[in-house]
């Protein structure tokens, strides 16, 4: 068998050389059978009453025969077929392979390696030029082979050959299968590259996306990973699964896939044998508070912090909507701290922080808030930020004379953030247009009367004073109603303001009391304020834009400012120093600053807030957020569906 095969599989590659070699068969066959017959002799058949044979030179026929008549035939046309488009002809190529790999496996060999091989056939007809009486006793077993004509011949030829050709395959697959594939599943050989592929040394991933993907700097050899394949089993894919099973090569791989598959970073046993999670150091890897930590949410090291002040005059109407206040437009993003203090506040202090709430919407939560007397401060931060943060201290200070009416005073809160440390401070000094003197006694009683910090540990302690409060601080914030005026009477700062709106914001601060005390440095020491290009924050008439027009006529002033200091130079950069025009429910104008600040990284040994906030106000606020939501898109729908009828 394996003979035959091998000659079919030698016909099959050369047929032009078989067709050769069974033409010459033939012809010695005509050759013995002339001479049989006695015609190559010249002679008369010795067997004249038979019927003469086809194609003997006697005319000799051979009983029982039929001799069938051929009409010739026109050659068909070409049938015009459409042309492939690229898809089909990659789609029967991938189909074509397909195929070619089933039939390795294919236990009934019936796929198209058999068919393969029966079209090779099929292209290489045997066409004789002469035959033989013994036509019968030839290649084929097939007895009518000798009834056709020669092209009859040639195509029962042809089929018989596939026949045969495809037993004949099927037993040499057969053996080929019980021998060199026993046991094991045919598979195709494994292409190798010439060389070895060379190593991914450059690194694709920005700075952005690595910290965006939380990738640490120092776990950054995954590379090592993908040479040893560890048994763990896992519900997710890790970075050794990930390289083990050959889905990626190197840390550049692992950078795309961690946004796919987790923000997690792995962590190796021999860092977290190295390391402790209960004091941690500026140098320590992996320190909750460290640098890589800082750097991961905060690639250049600078948070956006939002800084208001509002003398609310004690109204117990709230303004229908805050966003002008909190959101302003100009910068497009929010930033990642809101510190709102408040003077004279709502009845209400609920209801207060629940609309603050409402308007920063989920992506906030209230960190901390406090209250002395009518004095509101109220903390907000991101979400995301809140591990970060230390536990929230407070103090107040009371500096009436008669300290059961708190209308006057200080509140401040302090907490550390990463290993920066803040202290925002809002303040209600004494009002009158002559009394600098109690205002800056104010100012010193706050600084040495705020016992703060109590738990948390200060920063840096050999820059700290125990007789004022601001010094023990990396970053402090004081701001409130000061109720510093400007010396000039009613009726110039009205010709200023009415002249040139733009120029005189410039010369009303020449007359400003607080500019020309800090310039004197009575009040404020080392602090700053960022250029004011509004106009005066009061007195205006409640509900209108237009200044006192009572009997007293009070002067317009810069009372509601926001200042700071740092104890390291340029850490605070002030972005944007204005108010709200827009909120006009009380005789002062809210003023807001936006701050860029540098924040530094810390220890692990500070106690953290784990977390905290107030959840109850935080799910107050969202549903009134959704509740206002719907009731604006009923009455959008409302007004959509309503119309006018008209009765003639």
């Not at 011949?153 to 697959?173: C, M, N, P, V, Y």
């Not at 299968?177 to 010439?194: C, E, Y």
């Not at 006057?408 to 290993?419: D, S």
Request: charged share 25%.
């Amino acid at each position: 068998e394996v003979q035959t095969a091998r000659g079919f599989l030698r016909a099959a590659a050369n047929p032009a050389r078989e067709r050769g070699r069974v033409l010459s068969a033939v012809s010695g066959m005509g050759r013995a059978g002339r001479a049989a017959c006695g015609a190559g002799r010249g002679g008369r058949c010795c067997a004249p009453q038979e019927p003469r044979l086809k194609g003997c030179p006697c005319g000799l026929q051979t009983p029982n025969v039929k001799i069938k008549s051929i009409t010739p035939r026109p050659p068909r046309k070409p049938r015009l077929e459409r042309a492939a488009s690229l898809d089909e002809k990659n789609w029967k190529r991938w189909r074509r392979f397909r195929t070619s790999q089933e039939s390795l496996t294919d236990p009934n060999e019936t796929s198209s390696s058999n068919g393969s091989l029966q079209e090779a056939a099929l292209t290489s007809p045997i066409r004789g030029r002469g035959t033989t009486c013994c036509e019968p006793s030839s290649l084929h077993s097939s007895p009518d082979a000798s009834e056709e004509s020669p092209v009859g011949k040639s195509k029962g030829s042809t089929s018989d050959l596939g026949k045969r050709a495809s037993e004949i395959s099927s037993a040499f697959g057969g053996l080929l299968r019980g021998k060199a594939f026993a046991g094991s599943k045919p598979r195709l050989s494994q292409i190798m590259p010439a060389r070895p592929l060379p190593p991914m040394e450059l690194n694709v991933a920005s700075h952005t996306l690595r910290t965006a993907n939380k990738i640490d700097p120092d776990l950054m050899d995954y590379r090592h990973y993908s040479q040893n394949k560890f048994g763990r089993v896992s519900n997710s894919l890790s970075d050794t699964r990930l390289h083990g099973n050959g889905i990626v090569y190197d840390n550049c791989s692992t950078d795309s896939m961690k946004s796919t598959f987790s923000l997690l970073t792995p962590i190796r046993s021999k860092d977290v044998r190295s390391r402790s999670y209960l004091e941690g150091s500026l140098l320590a890897s992996g320190a909750l508070l460290g640098a890589e930590e800082l750097s991961r949410y905060f690639p250049d090291r600078n948070i956006g912090i939002f800084v208001a002040t509002w003398n609310m005059q004690g109204q117990k109407e709230l303004p229908e909507n805050l966003d002008d206040f909190l959101l302003p437009t100009d910068p497009d993003y929010a930033q990642d701290m809101y510190v709102i203090g408040v003077q004279e506040g709502c009845p209400d202090r609920r209801e207060w922080e629940i609309r603050l709430q409402e308007t920063l919407g989920p992506h906030y939560v209230m960190l901390y808030s406090a209250a002395h007397g009518v004095l509101y401060m109220s903390v907000f931060i991101r979400r995301d930020l809140i591990w970060f943060c230390s536990e929230v201290e407070y103090a107040t200070v009371t500096t009436r004379i008669v300290s059961q009416i708190k209308t006057k005073g200080a509140l401040g809160i302090c907490f550390t953030f990463f290993g920066t440390s803040f202290l925002f401070i809002t303040s209600h000094f004494t009002s009158g247009d002559s009394k600098v003197n109690e205002r800056k006694l104010d100012y010193n009683k706050t600084i040495q009367a705020l016992t703060l910090p109590k738990v948390v540990p200060d920063t840096n302690p050999y820059r700290s004073s125990s007789g004022d409060v601001t010094t023990r601080f990396d970053e402090v914030f004081w701001f409130g109603d000061f109720n510093f005026r400007l010396n000039k009477d009613r009726e110039t700062v009205d010709s200023i303001l009415n002249q040139n709106p733009e120029t005189g914001v410039s010369k009303l601060l020449a007359y400003d009391q607080l500019t020309s005390e800090m310039g004197r440095g009575s009040i404020f020491k080392g602090f700053q304020e960022a250029d004011i290009h509004f106009r005066p924050s009061y007195k205006f008439d409640i509900g209108k834009d237009s200044y006192d027009t009572t009997s007293k006529q009070r002067t317009p002033s810069y009372t509601d400012r926001v200042v700071f200091r740092s104890r390291y130079r340029d850490d605070i950069q002030a972005v944007k120093y204005s108010s709200c025009p827009v909120i006009k429910t009380s005789d002062h104008r809210p003023v807001f600053a936006l701050f860029r600040v540098k924040v530094r990284p810390g220890r692990d040994n500070i106690p953290l807030a784990a977390g905290q906030f107030d959840r109850e106000l935080y799910l107050i606020g969202i549903k009134r957020r959704i509740t206002r939501e719907l009731q604006n898109r009923r009455q959008q729908k409302d007004q959509k569906s309503s119309s006018i009828c008209s009765i003639s």
